[in-house]
């Protein structure tokens, strides 16, 4: 994971293995540890993967905090 991040991810670099391989491991940690969402809490992480790729909820916390951070402001 953090080899993706950084040395692909932040350099503008998105490989289909490297999908190929958070996916893969998201399906591993579902059926061996019983996880129902994933957290993306890295911001490059979603030129990679999003809820398009999985059939559990997927959580952008750079979304998450910017509809946050508009909602307070339009408050």
Do not use: W
């Not at 591993?28 to 129902?36: A, Y």
């Amino acid at each position: 994971v953090h080899r993706v991040i950084y040395d692909e991810l932040c350099q503008g670099i998105v490989k289909s293995e490297s999908h190929a391989a958070y996916v893969e491991e998201v399906g591993r940690l579902r059926r061996d540890e019983n996880i129902d969402g994933v957290i993306m809490g890295c911001t490059e992480i979603t030129m990679l993967i999003g809820q398009a790729d999985f059939d559990i909820p997927v959580f952008d916390t750079t979304r998450l905090h910017a509809e946050a951070a508009v909602a307070f402001a339009l408050s």
